[in-house]
């Protein structure tokens, strides 16, 4: 069963967004994600390096859409301790994307599975989904994904059941 | 008391320079971050990486206006072991920054204020003060920071001491 | 069809050996690795440190059976760069060990399967092989280790023809 | 006012829990460190190390009490995908602790204390109180940090309201 | 004794192509970077990042001509798991190189030399035969590498042998 | 020239102290450092690691003589922000060392020779006096080390000039 979709294509209105921080408390970087997601970003991740003096410093990076430029630069100058930023341009290429749900033991669990050029080339299970069923039924996280894994292959992976016209042709805006 | 004061502002002329260096001994790092530095570069920081069969390498990087460039890739050449470099353009966004001074127990130590559109975002002590300081008084660091950082809340950040009109409205050049 | 199982133990007679380094070419980790593994040692990691001055120094570790102990030193000291290392005793659990083997459409592909007290709780595919068909069949490697792990479940996991009576206590030596 | 207080002391029959995992999905880490916090454990962190063939794998490792030994190997092996893991004895040395309020603009909030040989010489703001009133008052949460530490120093550092004789003596089991 | 030589030169056709991967085997990661190698590219290197939900990532890295972004968009998307990456263009400076013999009591090795604007500015043995040599006569690695480096020093360094005219002056395309 | 010498021996009264960070200004790390040395112990190294809720926490790691404890449980109490930290018993194994001097072009610098069971198996020029030497006459440092190295492997290495009898047998305290 579908849930979404969403076709494969290029964008090269992307921004990276990157500020060097060596006098930050770390406490305060998973609160500063969370700003950022919620303002609607694609991806922050934060890479550990050695700055000045030898400090471990903590590199925080943004992949945004360049229309909320002036927004994640808001909240990173608010919101850290840097007292700078920089920026350049990137293109971004995505997969289709389409979920499909698979029946198990424990109940339905969506998968997102990725397509290039139209073929099937990735899928992964719903982590919250897999999350749920192993807090609520005491099975371990590892054997639901082996569970959910194991079903996407068996139902939908040679099927064709997924993978509709709509991902055979890559879309470029 | 003012020292100095900078502007709000954006640079598109920055050049961020990057080389991955596996083959280097680690104690020349230090060493050759004080040349770039000393060469009028604006960052230098390392990133250990995963190389070619499973090396721990290191990552040199250099934010640097793009008329040094000439002068970093020699000084990345002559004192590092790498064979190749590369470079993209940036635009860094700097926050306005003006330097008061706090008197503290132990004497006057400077603070560096950060301004976004006008608005005190961000305030840190001069660390080579206070680990003087700490070092000539026997006083934990973490203490004259926190001494520094609560009487600069006390006699600036509300009473609107700093913050002059300069650095209400964002300057592009 | 099982090739061979050891039981699960514990052993209370092994060495973390730990020395940090700061002037190595990293170039020599793989072949000093290499060297630690052909003399015997259970485990060679190395981790990144920030040392001295604020260094990028590489920290080996191995885990050794302590009757080991004096070759792993031997190659340590001619083989790196330390003039010191450190090590401490630790007790070892392994969980019982049994390779099975799964029919795939490219051949026969062993699995390792892990058992404590006696229960099925790891199965991983050997990595050798299946590296082996993604490059004779220009196959994907996830997409091989996705079909081994799926024909694992269906065959082994819940039928009980592994874990044999041996793994179901405990043996402590 | 104080919520809670525990003394200084020692504690040598703690263990430190380590398994190097090279072949684990990442979405199961965060997971994986809930349940052993929920077990009872004292700390649970992960370090990037490098394996066998340049694999960046992770050390999962735990600090607890022996007594929990046996529920932090079950744990560990039935939800990693690691077939060995090690520990040794350690003994811990923790601070005596107690919480304090400070009155913010925002409301109360916990303020844990640490004290050495009767000494105060930590204070840390509770970050999931500092985090609330962040969300719920748009006020970054490094300003909130702020305010709580400046009202803890001019309300309780140095007015010994906090320290009472039972932190004077450290108390060893 | 020269065998090959190439000149110093720009490429400003140059992409860097980037992914980040929170759910991947780490198994995958040398399997796949034997495949980008394969396929042309000048460089592979994978980082340690820290992802949503605290997750300890790797982010891909590969520095490739612009005319096999496709092959390499090819190989991330049905070899890894992510369902993005993202590229910009960058421009890529690389030392003249040449490659010199050196006699050693074990017999001939390899040496790589740099030329920066015609000047030698870095030479580094090959590993390969290094290692060779250092597996056949149970030499230490670091005592293989400083006879090269010896030799090379004594024979070449001085002496003007290499750097021809050829390297004096920097070629741009 | 000699300057000193110590014999290979092993010293079975280390420790090893350790605390995980997660809430202390980065700033602050290099001056700990310096004050550990300091107080004497024998090395002082940060590791990076993922503690709670995903935060990039720095592991702060003592070798120590177990009579300095108590000393540097003070300066880690008093100095970070750590509430608690734990030790274990190590055995250390340090080479025989001599410093020997080699002349160079811009004088005479000093090698550190290390011996395992009376035989030389490694040697490093002093840091401090090549790097005076690259800044007083603006040589690479990498180039005034492979001239030391030189002049070492030449002068020393194989003329039995060190390695002394008194490094020939292996002492234990």
Redesign the interface.
């Known amino acids: 069963m579908k849930f979404e979709h969403s076709l494969e294509h290029e964008d090269s209105q992307?921004m990276?967004v990157q500020a060097?921080i060596?006098?930050?408390?770390?406490?305060?970087?998973?609160?500063?994600?969370d700003l950022l997601?919620a303002a609607g970003v694609n991806?922050?991740?934060?890479?550990?390096?050695?700055?000045?003096?030898?400090?471990?410093?903590?590199?925080l990076?943004v992949?945004t859409g360049a229309e909320l430029l002036p927004e994640v630069?808001?909240i990173i100058?608010?919101?850290?301790?840097?007292?700078?930023?920089?920026?350049?341009?990137?293109?971004?290429?995505?997969?289709g994307?389409e979920f499909v749900q698979v029946q198990t033991t424990w109940g339905a669990v969506r998968v997102?599975a990725?397509f290039?050029q139209g073929k099937l080339?990735?899928f992964?299970p719903e982590?919250n989904e897999c999350?749920s069923i192993?807090r609520a039924h005491g099975v371990?996280?590892?054997k639901v994904?082996?569970?959910v894994?194991?079903l996407f292959?068996?139902e939908h992976e040679d099927s064709g059941q997924i993978g509709s016209q709509a991902h055979k042709s890559k879309q470029s805006p």
């Open positions: 992307m990276i060097n060596d006098d930050m408390n770390p406490e305060f970087s998973p609160h500063i994600s997601f991806d922050v991740y934060w890479i550990p390096i050695i700055m000045k003096r030898g400090r471990l410093g903590i590199q990076n992949l630069e808001r100058f608010e919101e850290t301790t840097t007292l700078g930023l920089r920026y350049w341009p990137a293109t971004v290429h995505r997969l994307r997102k990725g290039y080339v990735q992964a982590f999350e192993a371990p996280l590892k994904y082996d569970e894994r194991n292959i068996q």
